[in-house]
């Protein structure tokens, strides 16, 4: 069973787009680009700020699920 969760980002009429789920591997997170290219992430981020969250994230991430959801709102904080 795959759980899936989307986002969407515009910048200058280029759309990217964020695919989140969860299979028996574990969660997924997956980056797709206009031109179709997509990218596997452990965490990422997109938009307004994208270097200070992507620094932020490469200090503080780590594999725990449990602190997701807390580095997820620090990041968000921070950007």
């Not at 200058?12 to 290219?37: I, M």
């Not at 997509?38 to 938009?47: C, E, L, Q, R, V």
Request: net charge negative; charged share 25%.
């Amino acid at each position: 069973m795959l759980l899936c969760r989307s986002s969407l980002s515009l910048v200058a009429f280029v759309l990217s787009e964020f695919h989140a789920g969860f299979d028996d591997k574990g969660p997924q997170l997956y980056q797709v680009d206009p031109s179709g290219s997509y990218f596997s992430w452990k965490a990422s981020a997109m938009g307004k700020n994208v270097s200070n969250a992507k620094t932020f994230l490469e200090k503080r991430y780590t594999d725990d699920i449990d602190d997701a959801v807390h580095t997820s709102i620090l990041t968000l904080k921070e950007g």
